[in-house]
């Protein structure tokens, strides 16, 4: 097994977020569970702690610079200087253009591009005193454009951009970022669009589906494949790439 390493997971109380928690841990890596309820991070937590992992639940709001500090802190005096950082929390706000307000734009931001350069930030003084370190930032297909989500085709773009850069600064340090791009993933969040739509949630990803080269949805465990690749020993020299986990090829 590799060394352990202290990973932080945002947005990890649930969906894509947790499954990378679990794959982490399987991996062998001391785990912290970040989301805002503290109490449902402790749920992943434990279940991390009962498969005989280790793992911590931190509330927090990765939006806030010092809720963010203080978090990154209690994980570095509990677990020990994290070095492994996924930046997966993030929200929908879609709406069309002339119907989104300034505050729906403003929140996607806030989460997504705020939350993944202030983590970033913060951890990056860990990982370049070890001399070792994973960043993995949670794009999308969306960053290609997408009807509906002016606000997260933004943001999501923007994550593309923030993981080149930081991969530019961070490199001579030892410390990689990457991108993982999903397509379409079967979560409460996907789930909640289909209701909003209208239509059951197994025909939604049965019409996903068949327009998918692969002819299945996917599923946060294909995220967290992905994910453990990236921080692995072995991806020391891939830095600065965005992969699309989407069951087809993407422009």
């Given amino acids: 097994m590799s060394t352990q390493r202290v990973a932080i997971v945002t947005g990890a109380a649930r969906g894509i977020g947790a499954q990378v928690a679990h794959r982490l841990a399987d991996d062998g890596h001391a785990v912290a569970v970040f989301d805002l309820d503290e ?44 070095t492994i950082l996924i930046n997966n929390a993030g929200i929908i706000r879609d709406n069309l253009i002339f119907k989104m307000t300034v505050a729906d734009w403003d929140a996607v ?34 960053a290609l454009g997408n009807r509906g989500q002016a606000n997260y085709s933004a943001a999501k773009a923007g994550m593309q951009g923030l993981t080149k850069t ?8 030892g410390v990689t970022a990457n991108a993982i791009a ?50 692995s020993e072995g991806a020391g020299f891939v830095s600065g790439q965005i992969l699309y986990v989407a069951g087809g090829p993407k422009d």
């Fill in 109 to 142: 931001m806030a989460v997504h591009l705020r939350g993944a350069f202030l983590m970033s930030r913060e951890v990056q003084q860990y990982q370049t005193k070890e001399g070792w370190g994973r960043i993995v930032n949670l794009s999308s297909t969306s």
């Fill in 39 to 82: 109490a449902a991070c402790q749920v992943v937590a434990d279940e991390i702690n009962a498969a005989g992992g280790k793992a911590i639940g931190v509330g927090v709001d990765v939006s806030d610079e010092v809720k963010v500090e203080a978090g990154v802190s209690r994980v570095a005096a509990e677990l020990g200087a994290p």
């Fill in 166 to 173: 930081l991969a530019l600064e961070l490199g001579r340090y």
């Fill in 182 to 231: 999903p397509g379409f993933i079967a979560t409460d969040m996907t789930a909640a669009t289909a209701e909003r739509m209208g239509v059951t949630f197994e025909d939604f990803k049965a019409a996903v589906a068949k327009e998918t080269p692969v002819r299945r949805v996917g599923e946060p465990a294909d995220i967290a494949h992905a994910a453990s690749f990236f921080a």
